[in-house]
């Protein structure tokens, strides 16, 4: 049984490995037609999409909102993308040194929590897996036609592992450090969960206390939706397509808590499959350096 952390960020990264058959989630006002009395302000972000359902939010409040959600979401790709040159993340990765590099507060944390959790799961949450994302054509590189040899699984993991990165805090900020000049830190796992945590505070800072919250898979939402139950969230299958409908108070785990909370992280959507002579899902597996054949689906 999973325990469920009051930070959506920590309940993301929990949740990580369970999402493998579920390809989509959508709010279910979408189902009910309910969205008609909420204010919905949605649009595409981190190479996925974005939704915010506001209850009790006058329309003519829309554009300033939207800016500020579009501000905020543009910061943290600018943060934490693998797929721009420029990022925080990117400069990083493509820093052949080993000196400390600056990075903002919220990414030192989310960066911390990653370590933390892999440590605990003894390595199977690994940010530093970058290598093995990019061989497998998962990352922003070059797709490959075929499925990677023994010898570029086994180069790639000369590169990986979380005793080599590590987050100091001094004075005048927060710095990332990796001791291989080579080192290709990924925070896909995390990003979306990120993204999400901070526009839910931002919704809050605007006096807003009903709303629904997504980026790509990850989910936060408080209060009630326009017909006064839980807000709920359409889980899509993979296989069947079919659209189930589940509240997300049934995720809740504490009583004391400020807002029913539940983050997920799509590590893999229909577009992560590629050509292989294996095909395999985007999930990749530290441990075993392969994607889990477990989670193979038919052709």
Same mark, same amino acid.
């Given at each position: 049984?999973?325990?469920?952390?009051?930070?959506?960020?920590?309940?993301?990264?929990?949740?990580?490995?369970?999402?493998?058959?579920?390809?989509?989630?959508?709010?279910?006002?979408?189902?009910?037609?309910s969205?008609?009395?909420? =204010?919905?302000?949605?649009?595409?972000?981190?190479?996925?999409?974005?939704?915010? /359902?506001?209850?009790?939010?006058?329309?003519?409040r *829309?554009? *300033?909102?939207?800016?500020?959600?579009?501000?905020?979401?543009?910061?943290?790709?600018?943060?934490?993308?693998?797929?721009?040159?420029?990022?925080v =993340?990117?400069?990083?990765? !493509?820093? =052949?040194?080993?000196?400390?590099?600056?990075?903002?507060?919220? $990414?030192?944390?989310?960066?911390?929590?990653?370590?933390?959790?892999?440590?605990?799961?003894?390595?199977?949450?690994?940010?530093?897996?970058?290598?093995?994302?990019?061989?497998?054509?998962?990352?922003p590189?070059?797709?490959?036609?075929?499925?990677?040899?023994? *010898?570029?699984?086994?180069?790639?993991?000369?590169?990986?592992?979380?005793?080599?990165?590590?987050?100091?805090? !001094?004075?005048?900020?927060?710095?990332?450090?990796?001791? $291989?000049?080579?080192?290709?830190?990924?925070?896909?796992?995390?990003? *979306?969960?990120?993204?999400?945590?901070?526009?839910?505070?931002?919704?809050?800072?605007?006096?807003?206390?009903?709303?629904?919250?997504?980026?790509?898979?990850?989910?936060?939402?408080?209060?009630?939706?326009?017909?006064?139950?839980?807000w709920?969230?359409?889980?899509? /299958?993979?296989l069947?397509?079919?659209?189930?409908?589940?509240?997300?108070?049934?995720?809740?785990?504490?009583?004391?808590?400020?807002?029913?909370?539940?983050?997920?992280? $799509?590590?893999?959507?229909?577009?992560?499959?590629?050509?292989?002579?294996?095909?395999?899902?985007?999930?990749?597996?530290?441990?075993?350096?392969?994607?889990?054949? =477990?989670?193979?689906?038919?052709?």
């Amino acid at each position: 049984m999973f325990h469920f952390k009051r930070s959506s960020l920590s309940l993301a990264l929990s949740l990580a490995g369970v999402i493998a058959g579920v390809t989509l989630l959508s709010s279910c006002d979408n189902v009910t037609n309910s969205s008609k009395d909420a =204010l919905v302000i949605d649009g595409k972000t981190m190479g996925t999409f974005y939704r915010v /359902s506001l209850l009790g939010v006058d329309k003519s409040r *829309e554009p *300033e909102l939207r800016k500020q959600i579009e501000a905020q979401l543009a910061e943290d790709d600018h943060e934490m993308s693998t797929y721009k040159e420029d990022s925080v =993340l990117s400069r990083f990765n !493509q820093y =052949l040194g080993t000196a400390p590099q600056p990075i903002s507060a919220g $990414m030192a944390d989310a960066i911390v929590t990653s370590l933390r959790i892999g440590q605990k799961t003894g390595g199977e949450m690994d940010i530093t897996v970058g290598p093995l994302v990019n061989l497998w054509g998962f990352g922003p590189q070059k797709q490959p036609t075929k499925t990677p040899t023994d *010898e570029q699984i086994a180069a790639a993991r000369q590169e990986i592992g979380l005793q080599h990165l590590k987050v100091i805090q !001094q004075s005048d900020g927060q710095y990332l450090q990796k001791d $291989m000049p080579n080192m290709y830190v990924d925070l896909s796992t995390v990003g *979306e969960g990120y993204a999400t945590d901070h526009l839910a505070r931002l919704i809050e800072a605007n006096g807003i206390s009903n709303y629904l919250v997504s980026v790509g898979g990850a989910v936060v939402s408080r209060g009630h939706n326009p017909k006064g139950n839980p807000w709920q969230v359409a889980i899509q /299958s993979r296989l069947t397509k079919t659209m189930k409908c589940r509240p997300l108070w049934i995720y809740k785990a504490w009583v004391s808590a400020p807002r029913a909370v539940i983050a997920t992280i $799509m590590s893999w959507t229909v577009s992560a499959f590629r050509t292989l002579s294996t095909r395999r899902p985007a999930i990749q597996s530290p441990i075993s350096w392969f994607p889990p054949r =477990l989670l193979l689906l038919p052709r």
